[in-house]
């Protein structure tokens, strides 16, 4: 729980236009949808889902240290005439409304970030870089959609320096409203790729949703563009038909304004120059690959954007961390060595995929260890996605994947395309595939495991961190 109140019940009600019951609370210290992770002092928001209705839980929520739930009035009765309530016409637009309040208190730079691949870690880079020079406050996971941004917006305090919000879709018209909520001073759109295919007719459409980013953009405000993206004149286009006059660019192409010089790829880092705004700039990026040291252009860009200093930007991305599911990595100590765990479990599509190939291509393997990759489906692709899988056995060989491991309906038609000397083994299912990728490890191993947030991929991981936990987790045991 946080020690600084986010909010009072009455300014809470008045925002909402809420009618308040029972006895409340002087002050409100967090958020929460999720009666499972309840912190004393937080205000539960009975949202309802699309498996679940929150007002099955209030109650619960409240045993667990609630301060108050926030209900919607045709569910009042189901609740004590006592309770600490918060009642509104709807819960979900009770917290949209919440969300325009704290935006509308807010004082702090403001950076938007969506875009086919990188928002979740490009988002990250932005936390971790600015929380070490202001007040920062960024969305966490990936609350993305049209419950997360309002909830991540909310939950923003008063007197925050810096504040990072992501942006996702998977329909055109989703980024609008929220985007509308956020009110960025800097947009960013990482890349524009063929995601989503089952809901556009082609990656144009994608780019065109993508630039609905442009349109809650603040007067004054600027939009941080991927030149080397096939979409950049599209995007930009868009972005000054919204109005917006400053547009950076970034990337390794001539004419941006913060391009990548030079960048040494190692195995779990980056070694770049750059410039960045007119700026020369030498750093490491602890995080691997190339696809990470474009968007760190675009990190140091909108970070002196928002008006932080450059120098301990760059400094501050050699102490980076991945997030959850999103190229974190582990050592995985067998009874016979030791192997390397690259956990890219969260999500997957064709081009997060190729970039996680060529991460796991750099890695470092042992005298007789092998470069593994278990791959399960990438879901929403369309008609085309029997294509795209099949397509990914060219990014296989090219980085020098010894052994693939493959799960999911969509996922065997690499299998079928693979060289049968690749071939490690297949399933229709990770809860299926987890057992052969156990046995098949050993010493000096880089296993890679992705795939589709859908495909279940994390099974195998919680498999592997389980039968082989790393000295630190044996050491814990062992206390």
Request: proline share 4%.
């Amino acid at each position: 729980m946080s020690t600084q109140p986010l909010w009072t019940p009455d300014a809470m009600a008045s925002a909402m236009q809420a009618q308040a019951a029972g006895t409340l609370p002087v002050a409100i210290y967090g958020l929460s949808i999720d009666s499972r992770t309840i912190a004393p002092g937080d205000a539960y928001f009975a949202i309802k889902g699309d498996v679940h209705d929150g007002h099955a839980f209030v109650e619960a929520a409240l045993k667990a240290g609630a301060a108050l739930a926030v209900v919607s009035r045709d569910k009042r009765d189901q609740f004590a005439a006592d309770a600490p309530l918060l009642v509104v016409e709807d819960v979900l637009q009770g917290l949209v409304d919440l969300a325009q309040a704290s935006r509308a208190r807010l004082g702090a730079k403001v950076i938007a970030v969506t875009g086919s691949v990188g928002k979740t870690s490009t988002k990250e880079m932005l936390r971790q870089v600015l929380e070490k020079q202001g007040k920062t406050h960024a969305s966490v996971a990936s609350f993305n959609n049209h419950w997360g941004v309002p909830l991540s917006l909310a939950r923003c305090p008063a007197d925050t320096v810096f504040a990072v919000f992501e942006i996702g879709m998977n329909h055109p018209g989703e980024i609008t409203p929220l985007v509308g909520l956020v009110r960025p001073h800097i947009a960013i759109v990482t890349t524009v790729e063929p995601v989503h295919l089952e809901f556009f007719k082609n990656v144009e459409a994608i780019a065109d949703a993508k630039a609905e980013i442009f349109s809650g953009v603040e007067s004054g405000g600027v939009a941080v563009l991927n030149r080397d993206n096939d979409q950049f004149a599209r995007l930009k286009r868009r972005a000054k038909k919204a109005g917006i006059a400053n547009i950076v660019a970034f990337g390794a192409h001539k004419a941006v304004d913060a391009r990548l010089l030079d960048v040494a790829l190692h195995a779990t880092c980056s070694a770049i120059h750059a410039n960045i705004l007119d700026h020369d700039v030498t750093y490491k990026l602890a995080m691997p690959g190339r696809h990470m040291a474009l968007n760190s252009l675009a990190v140091l860009a909108a970070t002196s954007l928002a008006g932080a200093d450059l120098a301990r930007s760059a400094l501050a991305l050699s102490q980076i961390q991945a997030a959850s599911g999103r190229g974190v990595r582990k050592t995985l100590e067998l009874l016979h060595g030791s192997a390397t765990l690259i956990d890219e479990s969260y999500n997957a599509n064709p081009a997060s995929m190729a970039a996680a190939l060529n991460v796991l291509g750099r890695a470092a393997v042992g005298p007789r260890g092998r470069k593994i990759a278990v791959l399960g489906d990438m879901l929403e692709l369309g008609p085309t996605g029997a294509d795209l899988h099949r397509g990914l056995a060219e990014a296989v060989t090219a980085n020098g994947i010894n052994t693939v491991f493959c799960c999911g309906p969509l996922m065997q038609n690499l299998w079928d395309a693979l060289p049968s000397g690749k071939r490690g083994g297949y399933a229709e299912s990770s809860s299926l595939l987890e057992s052969q990728v156990v046995a098949a490890l050993r010493d000096g191993d880089a296993v890679m495991i992705k795939g589709s947030l859908g495909s279940k991929m994390k099974v195998i991981v919680s498999a592997l961190e389980k039968r082989f936990p790393d000295k630190a987790a044996h050491d814990d045991a062992a206390v």
